[in-house]
């Protein structure tokens, strides 16, 4: 993309939250190598127009710890962990085909596969423009990636943290449970945690309201509603400290 033509980008660094689930596609489990290269399609498209892109990966397409009955918990979040690490190479692989530069980065070591986490590191890959993936949530037992992503935003200082869903934005209940449920287009993070909408978990809500980071809630079934958001277009839910006047 010619960058003297290109329309310019609202966020200059953006920390991107995907599901495993969404790396599936329709097959439901496991890597849909088509659905990711869709993905990683408007990934690039933000990366070439100068956006520094970070992401974190869930691990639901492999493997759910909140559902191993009988396993002990911190047993289950760690094999989820490294159902991240899974998906966070097949990401990096799919960008790397594209042209993309790109670094992964674990939560926990395991060099012969991926960098460590280490955050002067990772802010000087975005610098230099490479996509940097982080794997294995935030390192810990009872931690969400949610939670992960949320932190590595505010560690980042990322201008804005995206987080692709199955749902196009956040409504007050269930949209599909609720024929009835109503969307909202901006809301406050205050509200996420007294209305007790299920965005993100506590821990990851509470993160980013501290922090003061704004959130947009999207449908990944487009994946350029990536592109669209990061370039400022209306998509999903816009959550802020402050609902503007």
């Known amino acids: 993309m010619d960058a003297s033509n290109a329309e310019a980008p609202k966020y200059k660094r953006v920390l991107l939250k995907l ?7 329709e097959k439901g489990s496991g890597l849909d190598i088509p659905t990711i290269e869709d993905i990683c399609q408007s990934i690039k498209k933000c ?15 492999f493997w759910r710890g909140r559902t191993s009955e009988g396993m002990d918990r911190a047993r289950a979040d760690h094999i989820g962990m490294l159902a991240t690490a899974m998906n966070a190479l097949a990401v990096a692989d799919v960008l790397e085909n594209l042209g993309c530069t790109v670094r992964v980065q ?11 986490f280490i955050l002067g590191k990772a802010i000087r890959h975005l610098e ?8 294995c949530g935030t390192g810990n037992p009872f931690f969400s990636t ?12 990322a201008d804005i943290l995206l987080k692709a869903t199955m749902v196009d934005g956040i409504y007050d209940k269930d949209p599909k449970k609720f024929p009835d449920a109503v969307k909202y287009d901006v809301i406050t993070h205050h509200d996420i945690l007294v209305k007790k909408l299920q965005v993100m978990d506590s821990a990851a809500a509470a ?7 704004p959130i947009i809630v999207f449908d990944l079934s487009r994946p ?7 370039m400022g277009k209306t998509v999903g839910t816009l959550v802020t400290k402050h609902k503007p006047q």
């Open 128 to 135: 230099k423009g490479r996509v940097v993936i982080f794997g």
């Open 19 to 25: 599901s495993g689930e969404a790396l599936a596609g």
């Open 146 to 157: 949610d939670s992960a992503a949320s932190l590595r935003a505010a560690e980042l200082s």
């Open 47 to 61: 990366a070439d127009a100068g956006v520094q892109m970070g992401i974190v990966v869930g691990g639901g397409n």
């Open 106 to 116: 674990t939560a926990i070591t395991m060099q012969q596969v991926a960098e460590p």
């Open 207 to 213: 993160i980013c309201t501290e922090n003061n980071i």
């Open 224 to 230: 350029d509603n990536i592109y669209d958001a990061v």
